[in-house]
């Protein structure tokens, strides 16, 4: 027997790292069933899915799931986690005060410290809610130093993140608008220290698209990405913005479109034939004026992939649960013909947001092979039981004081309720920030 042969059978029969054990499987895998079943975990890798009623196989660690439901961890292919800090006091803003207030007024203000403290409070915010994967749209590029502080506070949570570099945000108006600016030149240095495209924080390019510059600036942000081997992702909402992109030669896989609100349906299915993917960000698309109708079910009937995101916890919630729950009522509202079930609410919150991030080879279900980022939502209480049909207590009665368990590579964040990760530092730090912007930008907060 060769060496090779005998180190794989070794590894082959060697015990789990942990294995998740008694729960109700929701996979989003056609291949891998739902029901009870047991998840083995070996080396941060789903390593097997094993039959419920087998004997239990040794592990180092052994999560009971019993009553509960376990699925893939879920996904937010989009939020502006820099602004974290300055939670949920946005609510009655127009598109136009969100604008004027966060880049304007806020932006130029915030130094590398209140870049990390925000990101490190958001991203254990999405821990806290069962998200295990954040699109963080970081456009606060104001020094090397911000970057370096947003990529540090991702990496610190332990949440898996997409960190999309954008622009800076010190005189705001050079870089958006009729802009033809070029990107600044760090973000091949940033780039350089995201080099491993399997690591747990990765990179995109957060470009600004033709409704945020000129034509020559959308092509040369592409380009850029293209030459880095990144992916995009843009604020799109326009008639006609797609037919400009496919125009100019740039639709391709490569790019996500955030919102897609005033899209028209041919343009939408024209890009979803050449590979482009979306992600909605229902609530605050319905309660933010300006920002339009959420194109939830024209997506889903252009056949374009579709995830779910926050966008900015100035003005939403920042779980996932109450965007599905907003998706599903405009949907149903609109009286739009395309069928919106459970189920594909909770593919868009997972699968559909991991192939928007560009993860869907690693996360997003229940497969073997994939990254053990898994969540277990308990289903006891009075509030969600009995659990009749697992995805609609789901989408109906999920919020993040369920979450029970999250895990990112098979490292636990969040065991039996219990957020693991540095939130009095993340507190702390958001309060400090939260006083130097009372003071920098008073202004734009309310009364105390």
Same mark, same amino acid.
């Given at each position: 027997m060769s060496k090779t042969m005998s180190?794989?059978?070794?590894?082959?029969?060697?015990?789990?790292?942990?294995?998740?054990?008694?729960?109700? $499987?929701?996979?989003?895998?056609?291949?891998?069933?739902?029901?009870?079943?047991?998840?083995a975990v070996r080396d941060g890798r789903i390593a097997d899915v094993l039959p419920a009623g087998r004997e239990l196989p040794p592990a180092a660690d052994v999560l009971d799931a019993g009553g509960a439901l376990v699925l893939p961890g879920l996904v937010d292919a989009h939020r502006h986690t820099w602004q974290s800090a300055t939670r949920h006091f946005g609510l009655d803003w127009s598109?136009?005060?969100?604008?004027?207030?966060?880049f304007l007024r806020l932006g130029p203000a915030f130094r590398p410290a209140d870049v990390h403290a925000a990101t490190l409070l958001g991203a254990?915010?999405?821990?806290?809610?069962?998200?295990?994967? $954040?699109?963080d749209w970081a456009h606060i590029q104001n020094t090397p130093e911000h970057s370096d502080a947003a990529v540090?506070? $991702?990496?610190?949570?332990?949440?898996?993140?997409?960190?999309?570099?954008?622009?800076?945000?010190?005189d705001p108006m050079r870089w958006v608008g009729d802009s033809d600016a070029v990107l600044p030149d760090?973000?091949?240095?940033?780039?350089?220290?995201?080099?491993?495209?399997?690591a747990r924080v990765t990179m995109a390019l957060a470009a600004r698209g033709p409704e945020m510059s000129r034509a020559s600036a959308v092509k040369r942000d592409l380009e850029l990405a293209r030459a880095l081997g990144l992916r995009a992702t843009m604020h799109l909402s326009n008639a006609g913005s797609l037919t400009q992109l496919d125009t100019l030669g740039l639709l391709d896989e490569t790019i996500t479109i955030v919102h897609a609100c005033g899209c028209g349906d041919d343009e939408l299915k024209l890009a979803a034939d050449l590979g482009v993917t979306a992600t909605v960000s229902p609530l605050i698309e319905l309660t933010m004026?300006?920002?339009?109708?959420?194109?939830?079910?024209?997506?889903?009937?252009?056949?374009?992939?579709?995830?779910?995101?926050?966008?900015?916890?100035?003005?939403?919630?920042?779980?996932?649960?109450?965007?599905?729950?907003?998706?599903?009522?405009?949907?149903?509202?609109?009286?739009?013909?395309?069928?919106?079930?459970?189920?594909?609410?909770?593919?868009?919150?997972?699968?559909?947001?991991?192939?928007?991030?560009?993860?869907?080879?690693?996360?997003?279900?229940?497969?073997p092979g994939k990254r053990a980022d898994l969540i277990v939502v308990a289903t006891g209480g009075a509030a969600t039981p009995p659990v009749v049909e697992p995805a609609?207590? !789901?989408v109906l009665g999920g919020h993040p004081g369920l979450v029970r368990d999250v895990m990112v590579e098979g490292? !636990? !964040?969040?065991?039996?309720?219990?957020?693991?990760?540095? $939130?009095?530092?993340?507190?702390?730090?958001?309060?400090?920030?939260?006083?130097? !912007?009372?003071?920098?930008?008073p202004e734009v907060f309310p009364a105390l």
């Amino acid at each position: 027997m060769s060496k090779t042969m005998s180190k794989a059978m070794s590894k082959a029969m060697s015990p789990y790292d942990l294995i998740i054990t008694g729960g109700h $499987l929701i996979t989003m895998d056609a291949a891998v069933p739902d029901g009870p079943a047991t998840v083995a975990v070996r080396d941060g890798r789903i390593a097997d899915v094993l039959p419920a009623g087998r004997e239990l196989p040794p592990a180092a660690d052994v999560l009971d799931a019993g009553g509960a439901l376990v699925l893939p961890g879920l996904v937010d292919a989009h939020r502006h986690t820099w602004q974290s800090a300055t939670r949920h006091f946005g609510l009655d803003w127009s598109l136009m005060d969100y604008l004027g207030a966060a880049f304007l007024r806020l932006g130029p203000a915030f130094r590398p410290a209140d870049v990390h403290a925000a990101t490190l409070l958001g991203a254990l915010g999405a821990i806290e809610a069962g998200i295990t994967t $954040l699109v963080d749209w970081a456009h606060i590029q104001n020094t090397p130093e911000h970057s370096d502080a947003a990529v540090a506070a $991702l990496r610190e949570s332990g949440i898996r993140a997409v960190f999309a570099y954008g622009w800076p945000q010190t005189d705001p108006m050079r870089w958006v608008g009729d802009s033809d600016a070029v990107l600044p030149d760090d973000v091949h240095r940033v780039r350089a220290g995201l080099s491993e495209d399997s690591a747990r924080v990765t990179m995109a390019l957060a470009a600004r698209g033709p409704e945020m510059s000129r034509a020559s600036a959308v092509k040369r942000d592409l380009e850029l990405a293209r030459a880095l081997g990144l992916r995009a992702t843009m604020h799109l909402s326009n008639a006609g913005s797609l037919t400009q992109l496919d125009t100019l030669g740039l639709l391709d896989e490569t790019i996500t479109i955030v919102h897609a609100c005033g899209c028209g349906d041919d343009e939408l299915k024209l890009a979803a034939d050449l590979g482009v993917t979306a992600t909605v960000s229902p609530l605050i698309e319905l309660t933010m004026p300006g920002l339009g109708t959420p194109a939830t079910g024209r997506l889903k009937a252009a056949g374009m992939v579709t995830g779910l995101s926050v966008d900015t916890e100035i003005a939403t919630s920042g779980d996932l649960f109450a965007q599905m729950r907003a998706a599903l009522a405009q949907h149903r509202q609109s009286g739009h013909p395309e069928p919106l079930s459970a189920r594909d609410l909770l593919a868009m919150a997972t699968a559909g947001g991991a192939a928007a991030a560009g993860l869907g080879d690693r996360t997003g279900s229940i497969t073997p092979g994939k990254r053990a980022d898994l969540i277990v939502v308990a289903t006891g209480g009075a509030a969600t039981p009995p659990v009749v049909e697992p995805a609609a207590s !789901l989408v109906l009665g999920g919020h993040p004081g369920l979450v029970r368990d999250v895990m990112v590579e098979g490292r !636990l !964040l969040k065991r039996d309720g219990v957020l693991l990760g540095p $939130l009095r530092e993340a507190l702390d730090a958001a309060v400090r920030t939260q006083e130097h !912007l009372r003071e920098a930008a008073p202004e734009v907060f309310p009364a105390l």
